[in-house]
């Protein structure tokens, strides 16, 4: 089977798999770039080594975690490929990923929240704000987020996050004000929770990101900052306030623990309480 025929029946097995629109159009970048390499061959001409050779030329300037990326792709691909019975084997069952140093995520002390807090100028800024921060959601699942997806009695929400999966959310008292400020001074009719000021209409993840850059612009805080980091420092903010790894691991939907431990590495105070209780 030719290297395009194999990606279009590939992407519309993963589509109905549930595979988010942003993974697909990673691996649609991946499997562009291995069809610009090899041209549009057949998959059986494709060994071990050949896909060696294109993973040691195209991912000489990669950084470790890229290329651990593009070989996760290939692995899947050509995985899918012999199991559909498209390959007599599969020529990657064999290919291992480089090691991955992880990073500590970076985070926002509370002091840094504060300054941000006090930079929001308008409703909109404000409930933005104190959802991203209130709720650990990724960007994504925010700007996709309708009023009939809020519970208000409870202080909850239900967003569609990974793998186009349904999960509920929490908000405190202080995003609950202010996402019903902001609901007050719209007189639209839209079902999205966030529009856009001018003409509005459902705000893109481009247009938020630009709210939250402008933010912290006026916060004059002395480190570049992006909505992830506001995931983060939800997660220290939780881990600081003791609560379990595994109930951080429950509110961050995290699937594996191991991704949850690695912010255990960034409470530097509760690491000084323990240190002072048990030494």
């Known amino acids: 089977m030719l290297l395009s ?32 390499y090899f041209k549009d ?43 559909e019975g498209y390959l007599s084997k599969n020529p990657t069952s064999k290919i291992k990923e480089p090691k991955v140093g992880k990073r500590i995520p970076k985070y926002l002390t509370e002091r840094e929240i504060e300054h941000l807090r006090e930079s929001c100028h308008s409703p909109m800024e404000k409930a933005i704000f104190e959802f991203m921060f209130s709720t650990g959601c990724r960007i994504g699942e925010i700007v996709a987020l309708e009023k009939n997806h ?14 186009d999966k349904e999960r509920e959310v929490y908000f405190n008292t202080r995003c609950d004000i202010w996402l019903k ?6 007189t639209d009719h839209n079902t999205a929770i966030f529009l856009t000021a001018r003409q509005p209409h459902q705000m893109s993840v481009a247009q938020m990101r630009y709210i939250i850059k402008r933010i912290s612009n006026r916060a004059e805080i002395n480190k ?44 530097g105070r509760l690491r000084k309480e323990y240190y002072q209780k048990y030494f």
Request: proline share 2%; net charge positive; glycine share 4%.
């Open 41 to 83: 061959v057949d998959m059986e001409l494709l060994d071990t080594n050949r896909l060696k050779e294109y993973l040691a030329i195209s991912g000489k300037h990669l950084k470790s975690a890229s290329l651990a990326h593009r070989i996760r792709f290939m692995k899947s691909f050509f995985r899918w490929a012999h199991e």
């Open 224 to 267: 570049e900052i992006h909505p992830h980091q506001l995931r983060h420092s939800y997660a220290t903010h939780l881990m600081n306030n003791g609560a379990p790894i595994e109930v951080i691991q429950s509110l961050m939907w995290h699937e594996k623990s191991e991704t949850t431990k690695i912010y255990a590495q960034l409470s």
């Open 5 to 36: 025929k194999a990606w279009a029946s590939f992407e519309a097995d993963k589509r109905i798999e549930g595979f988010s629109p942003q993974t697909l159009r990673a691996y649609q970048l991946q499997s562009l770039l291995l069809i610009d």
């Open 150 to 163: 809020i519970n208000w009695s409870n202080q909850s929400a239900i967003v569609r996050g990974k793998g």
């Open 181 to 186: 400020r902001y609901m007050e001074t719209r």
